[in-house]
């Protein structure tokens, strides 16, 4: 990935689509993905026509997930892709086709903005930012050798449609449980946790493009994790859901990947 993309939609003050963590020799071959970021909208879209208010809602973006992520990747010494566009311009977390890629409503709340989008408007939106998040998933875990990891990091509302959830936190995984299990069973050592699993989202197919497409499709190791964002709503709460999630992590990254080293070559747990 170049540091700067132009183009018909992405102006000079608008920031790259694309923000990586790239440690100097990542401590596994594992790779952290947040697909839902951010709230920016292109300043070409005018804010989607939506009111500044709605743009700090979940509408518009997983609240605390990147900060979460980037927490989680400086104590595991892992890297990171997150996307620096709001959902709603175009969801990086959905196949194409899934007319939630550009959602005319969200939440009740209708997004001026994507009402009729012309196919053009959707090609400008994919070219400027949905393909450069995924062509940079792709590159970073080609560095991490043939047979990396892949952990999402997501935040969902305390309520939703009028049905209070329960859940602290969702281990969301399909038909590889590998890393899913074991982070559940560490995740519930806490006695003051409800852990949901596949709750309150499934991540079994077709749910959500980015582990379909860069984990599920490939047979890699993977797993989604979804944190209630009332429980990321302060620097404390963020502090503490990095703590908690790098402590249940790491020795399940150790058991499953060993580390890795400079050129990407992965160790077994006993050095080989």
Request: hydrophobic fraction near 45%; aromatic fraction near 6%; charged fraction near 20%.
């Amino acid at each position: 990935m170049t540091d700067r993309v132009i183009d018909s939609l992405l102006g000079a003050d608008d920031p790259a689509p694309v923000e990586e963590v790239r440690p100097p020799v990542p401590e596994y071959p594992v790779l952290l993905v947040c697909d839902h970021a951010s709230a920016r909208i292109p300043a070409a879209l005018f804010n989607l026509g939506l009111a500044p208010l709605d743009l700090g809602r979940h509408i518009a973006v997983d609240i605390g997930a990147a900060a979460l992520t980037r927490g989680v990747a400086a104590l595991l010494g892992l890297p990171a892709v997150l996307s620096r566009y709001s959902r709603l311009v175009v969801d990086c977390n959905r196949h194409l086709d899934d007319p939630s890629a550009f959602p005319k409503a969200s939440d009740d709340t209708v997004i001026p903005g994507n009402q009729d989008l012309p196919q053009a408007e959707r090609d400008r939106r994919v070219a400027a930012i949905y393909r450069p998040y995924h062509a940079a998933v792709r590159e970073a875990l080609a560095k991490l050798g043939p047979l990396p990891g892949v952990v999402a990091i997501h935040s969902f509302t305390p309520e939703f449609a009028g049905v209070v959830r329960p859940w602290h936190v969702g281990i969301l995984w399909d038909q590889d449980a590998g890393l899913a299990e074991p982070l559940i069973a560490a995740l519930r050592v806490e006695e003051d946790l409800c852990v949901g699993d596949n709750e309150p989202y499934s991540g079994r197919h077709p749910a959500g493009y980015t582990m379909d497409a860069h984990a599920e499709s490939r047979g890699l190791p993977h797993v989604s994790i979804e944190v209630r964002q009332d429980l990321l709503a302060t620097p404390a709460g963020i502090r503490r859901w990095t703590a908690l999630l790098a402590t249940a992590l790491r020795p399940i990254l150790q058991a499953r990947f060993g580390t890795a080293v400079a050129t990407g070559t992965c160790l077994t747990p006993d050095g080989h």
